[in-house]
């Protein structure tokens, strides 16, 4: 009898230390682990790479880390207004934010392994820490006059209550959006693959005809795969830049 498995169930939590205290359900899970594997390796990479100043003609680690260094630190230059001394200080979570994501969405790509940012409450976890992390670096730079991007310039008065309430709601669901978008393109690219392996797989094993009519599907996954690689990359793209553009409206209110 042939077993239908569901495409979700790549994305399930798989409990490995069981951790109960009273009420709290602290487990440490395939997902704390495959994080912790990241961070590890992110740390180690830097580590050696770094290690006694680097290599006068770096090899291809060094290269790699250099590169993205470099295009870290473009993004972040290009992207926050304001003096070179300002801006550099939000270097560090910037290039961190992105070394995680990234990895953590190329770790999910090998076979078997788990995708950490496919989990909405991770990704929603990230973006929230830091919107509040921005959001308390507009009040730092502005105090209480950070409020005033609620109120654009020359409205009027009796539009001044609709517009705060709406600038307002569009503000916090920044946080919201940027943790959905992650989540939704991991998930639905990683779910659409396994889709459509499991039927290559299945016309393979009714072979015949069948067996020839099997390329086209697996022909489409290989290109998906492909497809899906280059998402990884984008998305962890598309939420660093998104948190530099956050991070000028913070410090540079217009």
Known sequence: MNMIFSPLEQFAIISLIPIHIGNFYL??????????????????LFYFVTLNGGYLVPNAWQSFVEILYDFVLNLVNEQISGPIKI???????????????????????????FTVTSHFIITLGLSFSLFIGVTIVGFQTHGLHF????LPQGVPLPLAPFL???????????????????????????????????????????????????????????????????????????????????????????
């Open 27 to 44: 487990s440490f899970t395939n997902s704390s682990l495959f994080m912790l594997l990241t961070i590890s390796f992110v740390f180690l």
């Open 87 to 113: 801006k550099q200080r939000f270097f560090p979570l910037i290039f961190v934010t992105f070394s995680f994501l990234l990895f953590c969405n190329l770790i999910g790509m090998i076979p078997y392994s």
């Open 147 to 150: 409020f005033s991007f609620l």
């Open 164 to 254: 705060v309430l709406l600038e307002l709601i569009s503000y916090c669901f920044r946080a919201l959006s940027l943790g959905i978008r992650l989540f939704a393109n991991m998930m639905a690219g990683h779910s659409l693959v396994k889709i459509l392996s499991g039927f290559a797989w299945t016309m393979l094993s009714m072979g015949g005809v069948m067996y020839l009519a099997h390329l086209a599907p697996f022909l489409i996954v290989f290109a998906l795969t492909g497809l899906e690689l280059g998402v990884a990359i984008l998305q962890a793209y598309v939420f660093t830049i998104l948190i530099c553009i956050y991070l000028n409206d913070a410090i540079n209110l217009h």
